[in-house]
């Protein structure tokens, strides 16, 4: 989900379904093809960008944006743990 309309309807979504959100655990975590910088083409590090961190932003984004209008906000982000990140 690297779309902002797509993570902001699966925010919605979940509201939807469960009335609201408690928290919301962030995490993107891909490394892709574990070749060299020589060989990887820029299309593989957009890949591997979006998912390790435009996802991430865009979770936070709409939890957030949803938490300051409830008044709740309990965040977590986990870090890869990636040895080849």
Same mark, same amino acid.
């Given at each position: 989900? $690297? ?8 925010v919605r ?10 928290? #919301?655990?962030? +995490?993107?975590? #891909? #490394? ?6 020589? !060989?990887? !083409? ?9 998912t390790n961190?435009?996802? #991430?932003?865009? $979770?936070?984004? &709409?939890?957030?944006? &949803?938490?300051?209008?409830?008044? +709740? ?5 986990k870090f890869? +743990? +990636?040895? &080849?990140?």
């Amino acid at each position: 989900m $690297t779309k902002p309309s797509d993570v902001q309807e699966a925010v919605r979504s979940a509201i939807k379904r469960w009335g609201e959100l408690d928290g #919301v655990f962030a +995490n993107g975590d #891909v #490394v892709g093809d574990l070749i060299s910088i020589e !060989e990887m !083409e820029p299309d593989d590090w957009d890949q591997i960008m979006d998912t390790n961190l435009k996802v #991430v932003f865009l $979770t936070v984004k &709409y939890f957030v944006l &949803y938490s300051n209008q409830e008044g +709740n906000m309990r965040l977590m982000k986990k870090f890869s +743990n +990636n040895k &080849y990140l």
